[in-house]
């Protein structure tokens, strides 16, 4: 047969006819449905059917399972007549189907081949009036607009690389942009010469929280062995800890640009912008050669339930991947941050003061050290006396964000069995490709990383921890060598709490030596002498005074004044009693927990205040004023004028 109802098949897409089979699967549907001729409706019921195709990728974005189209025009139809259709022709085809083609031939004459988007779009066009209905009312599918962006001109793709041979990272999502950029990241570290679709794969499978690790959590695949098999393939050379392969033309192998271009071409066929982790996943699995299918078909993995996962149900982030740069704070503004943030603990920022300029300057230079971290700080002192708090400034004043902290509490890393969750397990073990330490390296090696309560850590968690500081690098089992030269450690302990607790540092320059070494003399009887060497400076955070406690709470309080003007939109206010009773109410009960202790005194107005917001709101009342103050030894918030 040459021709479908009056147009040669050479007009057709192959791939389409071969899906169809030459379009009697819409003549299957009519049958399926004992109808009287072949509708457009039956026409969308075989595109629907198509595995992945534009119509049940639509349909599965909207949560709607596409053998459901077939059934729900089965209950609008017209009764069975008992006649038999017997194929796609003139008799057999009703007169909307018959214009459906008339409207194909005027693509043909227009020289547009007919893919599955322009029979769709123009089936959509020529659908029955009560199964638009019905779609639009139970589907919430407007036809006329879902034809109209199906059938407008095709767009040309966007070039994936720039005219200096850079890739477009704009033409790719932001989590599509974070598989690239750990792809990249894995295939310096592994030694590799060039970008491969083997090492794409392998950067979507490492790729913490993204497409393949949901994928195959839903599908029930160790995503351990995927990973290990898969770190088997690349056959790595000699590992190390290169920050990242360029994401250039030059160092990408002609088969995995092809694949690219590939996912930005499917994604601007569907109408969006950028290409996303699913046009990247399925631009590999259509590779000629097929290098990654194959690979996940040996795996045991079904490629048709993998792609369906990945159209119906993965949700991408949508943050950006920006690395985290140095903080934008000049150095007298960094020493004015420490100093307002960290309380009462002054000549501890006097000690760490000299080294922030370096490590500022450094960092936005890129004149690292050559075998070291850019800072490894010692934070000793008894609980609650502002070193976390003091890490987190570290993090804004010289990454830009508290939240440019990873932290450990080295308490969970105190068996022999814990380094496989510290640095990860070797491959075949339980743990492969899960450490904490190297993958959070991977993720972003630009950041403070805290170790809090180092003295708790197994004796061979911490023999890996002195590697770090004393390489800046750490083994990666499932990878390369991690880099941690642009980190920034800090470690803190509550070892000698007692002993230190009555020292301070002093003011006196010539005095800092002896103290420094009588503060070492005593960490010196709990730590290995290679460990305190391996420290840039150790810092002793002092105990509180009942002054210090009060410039807490009251900053505690202003925080929660700026957070509920912000959130609720409303003033909070207090007596110029009320930090003072928060102080006596932490030293009465949290004693031991000195600025924490504060701090949850001083939270302890938040649930009042928001049980009154709430109730004069829901009342239908309008709060924009509360006022804290103390009433027969307790806080009390009210409405401001009452």
């Not at 139809?77 to 083609?101: E, N, W, Y």
């Not at 994936?160 to 310096?188: I, W």
């Not at 994401?247 to 290409?275: K, P, Q």
């Not at 957070?563 to 031991?592: S, Y």
């Amino acid at each position: 047969m040459d021709e479908i109802l009056g147009i040669n098949r050479r007009h057709f897409d192959p791939e389409l006819l071969r899906l169809t089979d030459d379009l009697t699967a819409a003549v299957a549907a009519a049958v399926e449905l004992e109808a009287a001729s072949v509708e457009p409706s039956h026409l969308l019921i075989a595109l629907t059917r198509i595995p992945q195709g534009v119509a049940s990728s639509f349909l599965s974005q909207r949560r709607i399972p596409p053998e459901l189209i077939g059934e729900a025009i089965r209950q609008v139809q017209d009764p069975p007549c008992g006649s038999v259709v017997t194929g796609l022709d003139p008799r057999s085809s009703a007169p909307a189907t018959i214009k459906l083609f008339r409207d194909l031939q005027e693509d043909v004459a227009a020289s547009v081949t007919i893919d599955e988007r322009r029979l769709l779009g123009r089936t959509l066009g020529r659908l029955e009036q009560r199964i638009a209905e019905l779609l639009a009312r139970y589907g919430h599918i407007d036809t006329v607009q879902w034809a109209a962006e199906l059938l407008e001109p095709d767009l040309e793709p966007p070039a994936v690389f720039t005219a200096e041979g850079e890739l477009d990272l704009e033409v790719f999502t932001p989590a599509a942009c974070r598989v690239l950029m750990a792809t990249s990241r894995e295939a310096a570290g592994l030694s590799a010469p060039r970008l491969t679709s083997p090492l794409l794969l392998y950067g979507l499978a490492v790729s913490p929280g993204g497409l393949l690790e949901k994928a195959l959590q839903y599908l029930q695949h160790d995503l351990r062995r995927v990973r290990e098999r898969l770190f088997a393939v690349l056959g790595a050379g000699p590992r190390q800890g290169t920050a990242e392969l360029e994401l250039r033309r030059d160092c990408i192998e002609m088969s995995l640009a092809m694949a690219l271009e590939r996912a930005v071409a499917g994604a601007a066929a569907d109408r969006r912008t950028a290409a996303s982790e699913t046009d990247l996943l399925r631009a590999l699995l259509d590779a000629p050669g097929g290098v990654a299918a194959s690979f996940l078909r040996d795996a045991g993995i079904d490629l048709h339930a993998l792609l369906h996962f990945a159209a119906t149900y993965y949700r991408e982030a949508e943050t950006e991947p920006t690395a985290v740069e140095p903080g934008d704070l000049a150095f007298e503004e960094a020493v004015q941050e420490l100093s307002d943030r960290v309380v009462g603990q002054d000549a501890a920022i006097e000690q760490i003061v000299p080294y922030l300029e370096s490590i500022k300057r450094g960092l936005r230079l890129g004149y690292l050290r050559d075998d070291r971290p850019v800072g490894v700080f010692l934070f000793c002192g008894p609980s609650g006396t502002g070193k976390t708090m003091t890490a987190r400034v570290l993090a804004r004043v010289l990454y830009g964000s508290d939240d440019a902290v990873l932290m450990f509490e080295m308490g969970q890393f105190n068996s022999k069995e814990s380094i496989n969750n510290f640095v990860g397990a070797p491959p075949g073990y339980v743990g492969f490709g899960e450490g904490k330490l190297t993958n959070g390296l991977r993720e972003n090696p630009r950041r403070v990383v805290l170790f809090d309560e180092v003295e708790k850590a197994d004796e061979k968690v911490f023999d890996a921890l002195l590697r770090l500081l004393d390489e800046g690098r750490i083994d990666d089992p499932a990878g390369p060598v991690r880099d941690a030269r642009e980190s920034t450690i800090v470690l803190t302990s509550n070892l000698a709490a007692k002993e230190l607790a009555g020292m301070r540092a002093p003011d006196d320059v010539e005095e800092r030596e002896e103290f420094r070494a009588r503060l070492k003399a005593i960490l010196g009887q709990f730590f290995r002498p290679e460990f305190l060497n391996r420290v840039d400076e150790t810092v002793l955070f002092s105990s509180f005074t009942e002054a210090d406690l009060l410039r807490i709470a009251e900053g505690v309080l202003a925080r929660e004044a700026a957070k509920a003007q912000r959130d609720l939109g409303i003033d909070l206010t207090w007596a110029p009693d009320v930090p003072e009773l928060v102080v006596g109410e932490a030293l009465r009960w949290r004693r031991d927990e000195a600025a924490r202790g504060v701090r949850r005194a001083a939270s302890e107005i938040v649930p009042t205040m928001l049980r009154l917001v709430d109730s004069v709101r829901t009342g239908g009342g309008e709060i924009r004023r509360v006022h804290v103050e103390m009433e027969d030894g307790a806080l009390v918030v009210r409405p401001h004028d009452a």
